[in-house]
Every structure is written in C-alpha cells, then in structure tokens.
C-alpha cells in the first residue's frame, strides 16, 4: 500500500511495508505474556483476599505500614466467631373465611354472611401478623368461590399449627358457638376452648357454647375441620337474621380479632410445636371414621344457589375408546376437567395404579351372594348401587352388603329410564333424597355416593346432587353386560376387563350378569398381577 509523508518540508510518496510473520509472531507473545502475568495477578489477589477473609486486600497492602495489625491480629485471636443459630419456627395459622363469590352463605335484608366472614378475616390476618404469626388464607379475596376440598388441600399443604374456619348463623336463635370434630383430640379441645371463651369475654349476646359434630348431629363433622390435618376450630359469629348479633359483631370486630389472635398465642404457648399434634383425634383419628362405614357417610358441600338457572341439557355419559399414555379414556379426563366445580366423578384423577369397582343393582338376578362371596375372598371394597325398589324387595342382601364393609351408593328411588334430567328441581331433589331417607330409616346407614340413572345427566341435575350433599360416580370403564338374555362371553369380557386398565379407573359392572359374577375372581387377580390395587372409593373423597 502506498501513502504520501511529509519529511523537512518536501511531500514524497512511499510504500508501506507489511510487518514480517516473525515481527507479529513476537508481537503476539509479548500480548500473552502480559494478559497472563494479569490474571495471575488477579489470582492471587483473589487467594489474599480470600485467606485474610475480610475481603480488604488492597486496603492492606496500601495502608498496612501505618495500622496496628498486631491489635487487629491479636483481636482476631481472641474475639470468637458468633455461633451460628437455627432460625426458631414460626407459628403459622390457616385462616378459612367461609364461602364466597358465587357463594353468598346465608344473608338478611341485604347483609351477606361470606362479606361479614371476609372482614373479620382481613382484621384477625392484620393481628397475627403484628403478632409474627404467619397467616395462610383459603381464599385471597371475597369475589371468589374455594370448595371445601380444596379449602382442606390449602390447609393441609401449608402445614400451618392451626386452622381456623369463621362462618355466621342464620336461623331461629342468637349467640355465638364454636364447633370442633365429635372425635377431637386434646389439642383441638385446648384450641377450641381457648378461642371461644376469648370471644365470649370479648362480649357477645349469648354464648351457645362449644359444639362437636354438625347441626344434624354427632354422626359427622362439618367438612373443613374434619379434613384438615392440624387442631382447628369452626367459630359460628352469631346470627345475621339478629339484629342484636349484628350491632355486637360490628362493634366488636376488632376486639374479636384481638381476643382469637391472642388465644392462639396462649394455645401455642401451652401446647408448643404442633407437628407431633397432627390428627391427634380420639378414637383412632380420621382413618377409623373413614374406614368405619357401617353407618355411612355424611358429606357437607356448599350449597349452588339458582340452580334453576343452570343447562338442564340433558348429556348421555359414556366415556368413549380414545385413551392416553396410560391408557385412561380422554372422555372421561374430559369431562372431569369440564365439570370439577361439582361434586362428581367421571374419573378419579391419579397416576396411581387403583381401581375403584362399582356394581349397579337396578334389580335381582341371583348373582349378588356370589359376588359378595368373591369379594370377601378377594377382600376387595366395592360400592353398590342400589334403587328403592331393590331395598324394599331384597333388605336381607342390602344388610349383607353394609355389614360385609361395603359402600352403599344411591341410585334413585325410580331409576328413570329419561334420566333425572328429564325431570323437574323438585322431583330430582326427590328422587335423590326419597331413597336416601328410605335407607336411613330402614337400615340405619347414611347413604354419600350416587350414581345417575342410564348416566344421563345435565348441569342442573349435577348442581342438585350437589345441594342433597351427594357425591355423583359415573364410570371410567363399562360395557354391554346388562342384558340378562344375550350374556357377552367370559373368556372376551375378561380380556376386555384387562386390556382397559388404567390408572383411577372407576369400574361399572351389573349386578345382575352371570358373566360379570363367574369372572370376577378372574379379573381381581389378573389386575392385581398387573401391578393394581383395588381401593376404596372412601379415599377419594379428599382428593
């Protein structure tokens, strides 16, 4: 390349000579050497600084000739390190407003329980956390509604020492009373007295007392606290229907929420850590009432209010041949997304490998001794449905099933060929709850779980269920076994049994097929060799 230079006052053109490989391969090497001496410089300082571990390395080199180091050294030697402290825990409450969103609870002349239920929470949350109580709420806001199961799966998962559920009464009395489980244990007693007996010095008009069970009786216990897993109480703020209640709950609001923050405080005091406290129940605890199903079950679900403005569309269940990875049918996951805000089952949602066996009993054919016979050999759980008809006709095998230590389930007291759908709110109310006071009359026995007729079903039939305080079971696997006079083949009906495990399979089989009963046996031991459990459907009611 060529360039002009100016040199003693003349202009001259020169070329410009390129630098020789050697020139550069020198050059390159001075580069490196200097980079490296760099960073090992900056490595050792890093090494200093690391040994005298206060991280002033430069400060020391710079100013150490004109410090004592021999007094910092001999500080360093004499001041102990502080030792190091485990973080004390932190108590934490589980504070459960009740209702809200598209559930009101009860209300007055224009006052509504889930409103008064969420003001005394935002107080009493205020109060725990200038107390350093941790709080966890159920729901973060009064626009939306929480079903109680999932108010339990909160509580639970947050493994806070204590829950606490407000509500507000409605009805023909006044005061204030606190409820905990029938079968309570010392901790939930300790926490439930403390609580109510600093709510009744805070004042209230009348003090109900403290209350086991639900208002129906001591056979069952309201939802949330019989599920959670920690003492907890339910507190019943007086009437909202009086007006005395109301003056007192809104002048007192603050002082309530002082006077439960502080109970709560004196509880942990007395009992300290709570984790050895969890289902410390009388009785066994929770497992012995879950498995003791001889008089049934008594499920508490928050009531769906206009129920007559739901889809009374009327749906015909079947949960189709399309499956997934594990082999469940897509229907039924479908439809189990589509309608979780109801207490209903299409499928229970788990990757575990459990069967759930059902059998309907629309009527008699001979062949329930002989699956009651294979199931208590097998011992295997399974829920029978049964119509009215069927109870008045066969008392004797309704009584086996109950006493053998199975479940009861409801299948209508008609059985309606058109389905429930078909028919008026009052006369599915009646259909539902017709059968279950039958049996409850007639055999003692509480029943929970109920199966729709020929599965038709509408939204409005599922809010209903939902009202009689029912849990609907359709079924994840079903085929054409009813048909008394045109029976499928043992051998085709076993291998179809098999071939359609899956994981939270919810199994329908008729009482009333000689195929169903001959390859019962059979079809236990070949899914339990597949790795399956048979479980009972009792445990899925938390889920």
């Not at 107080?123 to 350093?132: D, I, V």
Request: aromatic content about 10%.
């Amino acid at each position: 390349m060529k360039y002009i230079r100016e040199k003693n006052g003349t202009r001259e053109i020169v070329e410009r000579r390129r630098h020789s490989r050697a020139y550069v391969v020198s050059a390159g090497i001075k580069w490196a050497f200097c980079i490296g001496i760099l960073i090992l410089s900056v490595l050792l300082f890093r090494f200093l600084d690391k040994k005298l571990n206060d991280g002033k390395i430069v400060d020391k080199l710079i100013n150490g000739s004109n410090k004592d180091t021999s007094a910092v050294k001999n500080t360093e030697e004499i001041t102990p390190a502080e030792p190091e402290t485990e973080e004390k825990p932190k108590l934490s409450v589980c504070l459960d407003p009740g209702h809200g969103g598209m559930d009101p609870g009860c209300d007055y002349d224009g006052r509504i329980e889930s409103e008064d239920n969420w003001k005394l929470a935002l107080a009493l949350k205020k109060e725990f956390e200038n107390a350093g109580i941790e709080v966890i709420m159920t729901r973060e806001d009064n626009d939306t509604k929480v079903f109680l199961k999932d108010r339990v799966a909160i509580a639970n998962a947050s493994g806070a020492d204590y829950f606490i559920s407000l509500h507000r009464n409605k009805g023909d009395g006044y005061g204030v009373e606190t409820w905990m489980t029938a079968n309570a244990g010392e901790a939930t007693e300790t926490l439930t007295q403390n609580v109510h007996n600093a709510i009744v010095d805070a004042q209230v008009q009348r003090d109900r007392g403290i209350k086991t069970g639900t208002e129906t009786g001591e056979g069952s216990d309201y939802y949330v606290i019989g599920n959670t897993t920690m003492p907890a109480c339910l507190i019943e703020f007086g009437f909202i229907n009086n007006a005395e209640d109301n003056r007192l709950y809104d002048a007192n609001l603050e002082g309530y929420a002082k006077a439960i923050a502080q109970a709560v405080q004196n509880t942990y005091q007395e009992l300290g850590d709570t984790d050895h406290l969890k289902k410390n129940k009388k009785d066994g605890g929770e497992k012995s009432g879950e498995n003791d199903l001889s008089h049934g079950k008594r499920l508490e679900y928050p009531a769906i209010d206009n129920v007559s403005a739901l889809s009374g569309e009327n749906l015909d269940w079947g949960q189709g041949s399309n499956v997934d990875e594990l082999n469940r049918p897509t229907g039924s996951l479908s439809y189990q997304e589509k309608f979780k805000d109801y207490t209903s089952d299409f499928i229970i949602p788990t990757t575990d490998k459990k069967i759930y066996l059902t059998l309907d009993e629309g009527y008699e054919y001979g062949c329930t001794p002989s699956i009651l016979a294979t199931l208590k050999e097998k011992n295997v759980q399974a829920v029978f449905f049964v119509t009215k008809p069927y109870a008045e006709k066969d008392p004797d095998l309704v009584r086996q099933i109950i006493d053998d230590g199975h479940i009861l389930g409801n299948h209508s007291v008609t059985h309606p060929s058109k389905g429930l759908c078909s028919q008026t709110i009052e006369e599915q109310t009646q259909e539902v709850m017709g059968m279950h006071d039958y049996i409850k009359q007639n055999f003692d026995y509480d029943m929970f779980l109920f199966r729709f007729p020929a599965g038709k079903f509408s939204e409005q039939s599922l809010a209903v269920l939902n009202n009689c305080g029912y849990r609907g079971v359709f079924w994840s696997f079903a085929y054409l076994d009813y048909d008394v006079e045109n029976q499928p083949d043992e051998a085709e009906s076993l291998q179809k049994m098999i071939d359609r495990l899956h994981p939270g399979a919810i199994y329908l089989l008729h009482a009333e097929s000689w195929t169903n009963t001959n390859v019962l046996g059979a079809f236990i031991d070949r899914a339990r060799e597949a790795g399956y459990e048979f479980a009972s459907y009792a445990e899925t009611l938390n889920q």
